[in-house]
């Protein structure tokens, strides 16, 4: 997906702009969070005023919606703050409106919102996929160890939604009050996250506030990060979720990617040669940059080592081979 890095921002900073695309009632206004160009994918922040109605239908788009506050009437149930939607492509939703006005998040996965009238599904819709549920009041907390390696206990989580083929997850994520982590973290997938309650602080930019919000692409270095007070948020990630845990603040998305490719090359070699397809392999495998980095200290032979001195020399993770007062590239 080509959405950029967005970190940090909050929607309380911007103004709602009236939703203009065909389909769509009156009455609905909407806050970009972010938006992927080529496609038209995109998470956004809805205010439907009160007595909004929008009639029978689907979208040529996945979408998922979670109620942030007010109450929503999809046909004839009340859905109330809390409440989450997965809804296939194609896939006809009832009518849906509000009485007194409601602020939600929707999310376009696949296309820009699209909103075609339709009491039937389309032939094509995967309707077995599409589910609902009141996400505060229906589904316990989680462990956050459930992803290794895990976050710092206190973070715990609410799967939502789960794609067996992509790994793709939507879930809500809680820490308690006085939650601190204090590594650097980074994964192989994009990250998306927005603050329904509270405030977290990240070392990278400082507090993340109630309609605080991020989409960070893969690789990107974040944390430390804590909560004094706690705060619960919607989080989403596009492939597997792997954390990546280092203590290098200063590296390189490049860098990280790298290192993330060494820690395959390392579990699973031939792996990870099926994998790359570059015009040529370097026979070791990627530079894991925690393996190779100068650190002061005592060296693998006993010796203690001056860091300003050594700065020509570099020794190859995989411990084949050393190379002496010169540099080379891979």
Known sequence: MARPH??????RDVHFKNMTLPGFSPGMRYKMLS????SGACSMTVQLDAGYRQPPGF?????????VEGELRVGDRTCRKGHYFYIPPGYAMPE???????????????SAPSHEEATEHHPLAQ??????????????????????????????IKLLNYNPISYAMTFLYFMSPAFFQDNISYHDCAEESYHL?????????????????FWRPAYINHGAFASELGCIALGRVDSKLFNHFHYNPWTTPKENRDRAAARVYQRDPLLYRWMVSHSHNHPHGPEDFEQTMARRGVDNKGEARDVAKEGHRHEHWHGVHKHEDHDHGH
């Open 6 to 11: 967005i970190e940090p921002f909050c929607d």
């Open 197 to 213: 309650w509270g405030t977290s602080w990240m070392m990278q930019f400082g507090n993340l506030p109630t309609g605080g919000y």
């Open 127 to 156: 309707t077995a996929l599409y589910h609902d549920v009141d996400s505060y009041m229906d589904i316990p907390w989680a462990p956050g160890n459930l992803v290794k390696p895990s976050v710092a206990s206190g973070c715990m």
């Open 96 to 110: 849906i409106a509000t009485s007194d006005g409601c602020l939600v998040l929707m999310m376009y996965n696949t």
């Open 59 to 67: 979208s040529w788009a996945e979408r998922e919606l979670m109620i």
């Open 35 to 38: 938006l992927d160009t080529d």
